[in-house]
């Protein structure tokens, strides 16, 4: 069975494109729990109006699934609770952004 912290290796290899950053480091991934035969996946986004949702959600799917191997299911839900704000930006993301640490 995958790990979390393999998980979120893997979902360092998404990049948010409006951004040019990772989705963890830019705060998007809220849960990972991988299971026996499943991965669950709680994201969001910098806003409900993002046009490239559907292309994040794919990368989200297809990143895991390349490391978890086939037959493990991957469930990514898009939430809005709670809504994405900068302060979910990681340390290496404000400096890349010229946001203050």
């Known amino acids: 069975m995958i790990s979390k912290a393999?998980?979120?290796?893997?979902?360092?290899?998404?990049?948010?494109?409006?951004i040019g950053i990772n989705i963890?480091?830019?705060g998007l991934v809220y849960r990972v729990e991988p299971k026996e035969n499943s991965i669950e996946v709680d994201f969001t986004l910098t806003s409900p109006g993002c046009p490239l949702a559907d292309t994040i959600m794919a990368d989200i799917t297809n990143s895991l699934q390349q490391a978890?191997?086939?037959?493990?299911?991957?469930?990514?839900?898009?939430?809005?609770?709670?809504?994405?704000?900068?302060?979910?930006?990681?340390?290496?993301?404000?400096?890349?952004?010229?946001?203050?640490?």
Do not use: K, M
Request: hydrophobic letters at 45%; glycine letters at 6%.
């Open 6 to 18: 393999e998980c979120l290796d893997a979902l360092r290899e998404v990049v948010d494109p409006e």
């Open 24 to 26: 963890v480091d830019v």
């Open 68 to 101: 978890a191997g086939e037959g493990v299911e991957i469930v990514a839900e898009l939430v809005w609770n709670p809504p994405w704000s900068i302060e979910f930006l990681s340390e290496e993301a404000r400096l890349e952004l010229g946001y203050p640490i």
